[in-house]
């Protein structure tokens, strides 16, 4: 490459093809970039159109804009970045060996010639099967989505609105329907609980009460079997049930758009996604892809995923750049970490489920603990809910995931960053982080969540959060105020605190017990003596905190 | 080890010592732990005491307590914990080779038998020389030393306050004194900025900024030559200057406490704290340290680093449990990530500065951006300056530093697992976050300064954001609204905004240009383009946000 000229001829105007183009312009400017976009509006931050949904962003026009204002269209990009985007510019097919690209615009047809192609052709909408084009029935994946349920909530035209799917785009949308306009939302999943591909089902649990604290119906295991549409209203008939309203979106996720890929012949992957290396080479010689269009191995399994992330393609976008320019760089093995809004709480997961690293044949267990985001001691300490999912026989972490009113992507960017390292539990251990009581208790709850996961090695065993308690024996060693502020549901409870089960271990019952505190950390250390003393013991994992929603305290 | 029983003697019940006593407890039920301990009240969140001072804490008692509302003292940590503490108990000597420690407690004089001895003896503050003893002159380490500035606030007759030091708690006390109380502070520091030894000047100098706006008077490169009180005030002479104050904290650091190590002739390292292997172990057999009072090598440069923090302690004295236990432990080599509140702005830092890196040797270069913490078009995006500083030769990053009203601790977070992995820029630019709108830009601003470095070992050289203008031929690339923002103070200024810099190149003065925007990133831009042009151009790094205050908008 180097010196000689080159035409480089990039298929979509979105986060992957313009970060490409825009930093090959910028290392090589005696190259030719032409990016060709079938859409008319093209590079606007498609993340934060919930929030134009939600009010929390004021005007659609907000997110097509730069940090300074300015709109990117096709002057931006020709005046500042010395980049031709072509828009309403469709291609339509491919000459591997004559390297010409075929596309249809507003001048009609034209041949584009390249030495190097790049494919950053994005995803669509998912949609579901046997369902009618109607306006009720919609979509939530472009700027043109977000308009017409805007005006319908503003004009009160929109008052239930059901949402099938409860993945990232499900959480958000249901906030958005739900708080500024006050729409009456049902969420309706396949899947055991919300978020079921990120999360665990006990956090999945934990989530869709929340959910359901801010007044969202959700329906979990329950499968859209027909759509009907008419002027007055949408009826949507799900697992037993039948759900009306006047909107329904659909949002089960984007497939890749690999129609010209494959009219090229190129290699596609088991997820239906381009296969591109760490250089993001597809199959064929000098034809290269990028963001929402490919997938790439999970650092966890080496099975590729499909992550349609604008974080991701942002920065395969810059490698790509680089590699297309000579100069060696490359995109590793993803994590997968992940993070997304449900009204008051910050959820984020990294890694496998329990579910998805079982079926990659992983033998796995998991940890639960219930944490504080800064120390216990500082007024605006809010908790958060974490797991972890971890190989016992290497001791390897395969995932972590946390949800709650307190900072969890914090734990989560870290536990990226060892997952991707191939991080053990003792690794974990020995995080060293920046610590000052505003920021972080002096003991972080991602190491909290390390050591309970070692000390289940250990012997001291946690049953899952959500674990029905009906025929245990529990013991609960919390406070009086804990015990009133979350009361537990179980059959048979001693009541013994913390401090004095040593001197009254002879009143408890014979049969194996179950330890309850708020957290999980009193419980823990309890089963720990119990089980020295001879007895059978485990404990409530992330305890009553989990399990539980507060009470309003008696002031 | 293993099943015989073992007598473990710990000097010194703060978080190290009580640490490593619960958890061999735990572990170890057989083994009899004795803590003694020379004050009388102890095991409370020493980090929290400045924020009982401003009032975010209500009461010192909350410092003592567990989360769920428990007094941690001698009974909590017998019942609870079964761990014999003994407050009020001085240890005064050590026989290493009978293995015995003399302690005086409440009852007299006593020998402790020993099988392993651990000393968490903690450290002392540091004090100036030859100032004489006075109850308005201050430090601020225990509990003790919270009560009587407290009550001179509640009751007015502190109303001037001087802190000698910027440092963490010299910064911490400054905000304490000023925001509840309304005290006029005067902060002395003896280095150019504040938090001298954490920052690069330039951020320091930014911090002094929000200080000052703050109503807290900054002297730096200031030295105290003397300190005199009366019933009347002190007066503190600094270089070039007197200050009077009805009170003087002097908080210039701490010494780590080692009077005992030295009696049983351990080696201290060259910080003067206990020199320790990976396994806490000191230079004489069964005598182990970890806390305040040990130094760990730096994960940079290899050099002992005394690092008086809580997190550090806590895992330690884990660490050393499970060492002792048997089980097989280790502490590694420490990055120092710290973090600080100074009134709205978080600091944070990891690793070296640019100063302490020429110190161990090496060559050095700094890059400056300024980022946001979340995406651009989230509302309640806030700007952080970041600083990095690194080796140009291998490319490794040897420290980062930021500073602003956005998310800074989360950033150092995860700079702090590189850096402990000896990464170079390239593993920077590779970090998988959990990105959604709300927790980050889609290329996180740690990126895009990694970026920035790479892109100044590639000809795009940034000058500091501090750097003198006056002589400098300036092209300002911002827009109107940004210019009247943050006015620029240079004596050739030429304004030609980013998108049109293209066509207008022949406009420019054939000197060098000195290219300047608001964060650094348009400008850095522009400096690529001028330099392929075959201009001489640099960027002002960091851009007009880091130099200048916002000036409130005209509405």
Chains 1, 2 share one sequence.
């Not at 039948?242 to 089960?252: C, E, N, P, S, W």
């Amino acid at each position: 490459m180097g010196d000689v000229e080159k035409r480089i001829v990039i298929v979509g105007a979105s986060a992957a093809g313009l970060r490409c183009a825009c930093r090959l312009a910028r290392i090589q400017p005696g190259w030719k970039i032409t990016v060709v976009e079938a859409e008319n509006v093209f590079s606007y931050g498609a993340c934060g159109m919930p929030y134009v949904l939600s009010g929390d962003i004021e005007e659609l026009a907000v997110l097509r804009r730069t940090a300074y204002g300015r709109v990117r269209d096709e002057d931006f990009f020709s005046g500042a970045k010395s980049v031709d985007v072509r828009s309403a510019t469709r291609a339509v097919d491919v000459d591997v060996e004559r390297r010409t690209l075929i596309v249809e615009g507003p001048d009609g047809r034209e041949e584009l010639d390249w030495d190097e192609l790049v494919l950053a052709t994005g995803a669509s909408p998912r949609q579901l099967p046997k369902v009618e084009e109607h306006s009720r029935v919609r979509v939530f994946h472009s700027l043109d989505d977000v308009k017409p349920l805007k005006q319908g909530l503003m004009r009160g035209e929109i008052g239930e609105v059901a949402i099938v799917g409860a993945g990232l785009v499900g959480c958000e949308l249901a906030e958005a329907f739900a708080s500024l306009w006050g729409a009456d939302v049902t969420l309706i999943e396949a899947g055991p609980t919300p978020l079921p591909d990120l999360l665990e089902p006990e956090l999945g649990a934990a989530i869709q009460r929340h959910l359901e604290e801010n007044d969202v119906r959700v329906l979990v295991n329950s499968k859209v079997e027909a759509i009907e549409a008419d002027d007055y209203g949408v009826r949507i008939s799900v697992t037993g049930e039948q759900v009306a309203a006047d909107m329904v979106v659909v949002a089960i996720g984007v497939r890749p758009k690999v129609g010209l890929a494959k009219a090229a012949g190129i290699d596609l992957g088991t997820t239906g996604a381009i296969v591109v290396d760490e250089t993001m080479a597809t199959s064929k010689p000098h034809i290269w892809a990028a963001g929402d269009c490919v997938e790439t191995p999970s650092a966890v399994t080496g099975n590729g995923v499909h992550l349609p992330l604008g974080s991701l393609a942002n920065r395969q976008g810059r490698v790509l750049a680089n590699v297309l320019a000579g100069r060696g760089d490359r995109f590793p093995a993803v994590t997968g970490a992940m993070a997304v809004k449900v009204f008051d709480w910050n959820v984020a997961s990294v890694g496998c489920s329990a579910w998805a690293a079982r079926e990659a044949g992983y033998d796995v267990k998991t940890a639960f603990v219930t944490g504080e985001d800064c120390a216990h001691y500082w007024p605006e300490a809010k908790l958060i809910l974490l797991a972890m999912v971890y190989d016992p026989s290497t001791r390897k972490v395969l995932g972590v995931q946390g949800a709650g009113e307190g900072e969890v992507a914090k734990r989560i960017d870290a536990a990226s960053l060892l997952i991707g390292a191939q991080a053990r539990l003792d690794a974990f251990t020995r995080v060293e982080n920046a610590y000052a009581p505003p920021y972080a208790p002096a003991v972080d709850s991602l190491m909290v969540l390390a050591c309970a996961a070692e000390n289940q090695e250990d012997g001291v065993i946690g049953i899952g959060p959500m674990a029905d308690l009906d025929d245990a024996v529990v013991l609960d060693v919390r406070i009086d105020e804990e015990r009133e502020e979350r009361p537990i549901a179980a059959l048979q409870v001693v009541e013994i605190e913390f401090e004095e089960v040593s001197v009254r271990i002879d009143e408890l019952p014979e049969q194996p017990i179950t330890v309850v505190c708020a957290h999980g950390t009193r419980s823990a250390e309890i089963v720990r003596r119990l089980c020295a003393a001879g007895r059978e013991a485990r404990y409530l994992a992330g305890g009553m905190s989990w399990r539980v929603r507060a009470l309003p305290k008696n002031e």
